[in-house]
C-alpha cells in the first residue's frame, strides 16, 4: 500500500489549530474611505483569512490521509490491529464535517458583514464567528489528536512490505529462528518497532538475481501455542496469515531450546491448523548437536551444514510463487 508511505502532515491540536487562526486575523488592519468602510475591509479580511486556514488545515489533512477500507489483506488488518479502522474513518469524517461547517459560517459571516452598515453589528457578527468556529474546532479536539497519534503509528508500519514474496519463520524460543533468518539474508536484518508487542519484528531481505524476497521471525506470534495468545495477539496472527506466502517452522530436536520435541510437535500442529494453505517447510535445526532420522530438512546455523540447500529451496518457492503471479 503505497499511499501510506506518502507523507502525511503533522496534525495540529485544536488549541494549535485557533492559534494559527486567530494570529493571522490579528495581523491584518485595511483602510477604507471612512471609519465603517475600514471596519468592513478589516473584519472581512480577519474572518476570510482565519476561516481560511481552518478549512484548508482540515481538508489537507482529509486528503492527505491514506484511505484504508476494512478487507481481508495484510495492510488494513494490521492498521485496524494498531489504530482501529472504524476509529480513524470516524476521526476523518469529523474533520470533513467541521471545515464544511467553518467554511459555511464564514461565506454567511461576510454575507452578513457587507450588508451591515453598524460598526458595533459587524464586531458582533465577528466575535459571534470566532466563538461559533471555536465550538467546531473544539468539537473535534479528540479526532486530531486520535490523527496525531495514528499519524506516528503509521510511520513504524511501512517497514514490512506486503508486496514482495514472503517467507516467515515460526517455532518456539531459542531454536534458532533469527540465526537461520540472519544466515540467509543479505544484509543484517533490520529490527522494526511491533506494533502489538515490545518485541522488536526481524526482517531480512534475500536478494535472487534481482528479485528480492522478505524472511520475517515475529517474536511472540508463532514461537507458542494459539490458546496462550491474547485477543490482539491473534488478530496479529491473521493479519500475518495475508503476508505468508511460505513459512518455515523450525524444530529443535536437541531440545537445548527448553522445549520438548512432543511439545514442539504439538506447536507445529497448531500452526498447520491456524496456517491452512500455506506451504510450511519443517526443518531441524542444531544439526550439529544432533541429528535425527526423522526424515525431515536438518541444518545447523553454526557451521553451516545445508544451509545452502535451505536457502535454495526457500527461493525456489518464492520464485515459483512469482512466476504463478505473472501468469
Ligand atoms: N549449536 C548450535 N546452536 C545454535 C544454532 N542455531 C542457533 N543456536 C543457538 O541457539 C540459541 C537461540 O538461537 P536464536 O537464533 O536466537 O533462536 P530464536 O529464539 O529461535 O530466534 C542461541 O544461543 C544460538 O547461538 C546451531 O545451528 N547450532
Ligand atoms: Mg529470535
Redesign the pocket.
Known amino acids: 500500500m503505497a499511499s501510506l508511505e506518502r507523507k502525511i502532515p503533522t496534525v495540529l491540536t485544536s488549541e494549535e489549530l485557533m492559534d494559527k487562526a486567530y494570529s493571522r486575523a490579528a495581523k491584518i488592519t485595511k483602510n477604507g474611505t471612512n471609519a465603517l468602510d475600514g471596519k468592513k475591509k478589516t473584519t472581512l479580511a480577519k474572518v476570510t483569512a482565519s476561516g481560511d486556514i481552518v478549512v484548508t488545515t482540515l481538508n489537507g489533512y482529509v486528503s492527505r490521509f491514506p484511505r484504508i477500507d476494512k478487507e481481508d489483506d495484510f495492510f488494513p488488518q494490521l492498521v485496524d490491529l494498531v489504530i482501529g479502522i472504524d476509529r480513524y474513518k470516524k476521526a476523518l469524517g469529523a474533520l470533513n464535517w467541521a471545515a464544511g461547517r467553518t467554511d459555511k459560517l464564514k461565506n454567511e459571516s461576510l454575507r452578513e458583514i457587507r450588508r451591515s452598515k453598524d460598526i458595533s453589528y459587524i464586531d458582533s457578527t465577528r466575535n459571534s464567528f470566532y466563538g461559533r468556529m471555536s465550538s467546531y474546532i473544539r468539537q473535534i479536539s479528540k479526532d486530531l489528536l486520535f490523527l496525531q497519534e495514528a499519524k506516528n503509528k503509521f510511520r513504524h508500519l511501512p517497514a514490512i512490505q506486503p508486496d514482495i514474496p514472503t517467507i516467515v519463520?515460526a517455532?518456539?524460543?531459542?531454536?534458532?529462528?533469527?540465526?537461520?533468518?540472519?544466515a540467509m539474508s543479505t544484509a543484517a536484518p533490520e529490527i522494526a518497532p511491533y506494533p502489538f508487542t515490545t518485541k522488536g519484528i526481524?526482517i531480512g531481505h534475500i536478494e535472487d538475481d534481482w528479485r528480492k524476497f522478505q524472511i520475517i521471525?515475529t517474536?511472540g506470534l508463532l514461537?507458542r501455542s494459539f490458546e496462550e495468545r491474547n485477543d490482539i495477539e491473534k488478530q496479529a496472527v491473521l493479519a500475518l496469515r495475508y503476508l505468508t506466502n511460505i513459512m518455515i517452522f523450525?524444530l529443535?530436536p536437541?531440545e537445548?531450546?527448553g522445549y520438548s520435541m512432543e511439545k514442539q510437535t504439538a506447536l507445529l500442529r497448531s500452526i498447520q491448523e491456524g496456517f491452512v494453505g500455506v506451504d510450511i517447510i519443517v526443518a531441524e535445526?542444531?544439526?550439529?548437536?544432533l541429528r535425527t532420522n526423522s526424515g525431515n530438512l536438518f541444518?545447523?546455523?553454526?557451521?553451516g551444514?545445508n544451509m545452502e540447500e535451505i536457502r535454495g529451496l526457500i527461493i525456489s518457492k518464492l520464485r515459483a510463487l512469482v512466476v504463478s503471479e505473472d501468469e
Open positions: 519463520v517455532g518456539f524460543p531459542n531454536v534458532g529462528k533469527s540465526s537461520l533468518v540472519k526481524i521471525d517474536p514461537d523450525i529443535d536437541s537445548t531450546c535445526s542444531k544439526s550439529d548437536i541444518f545447523s546455523a553454526q557451521t551444514e
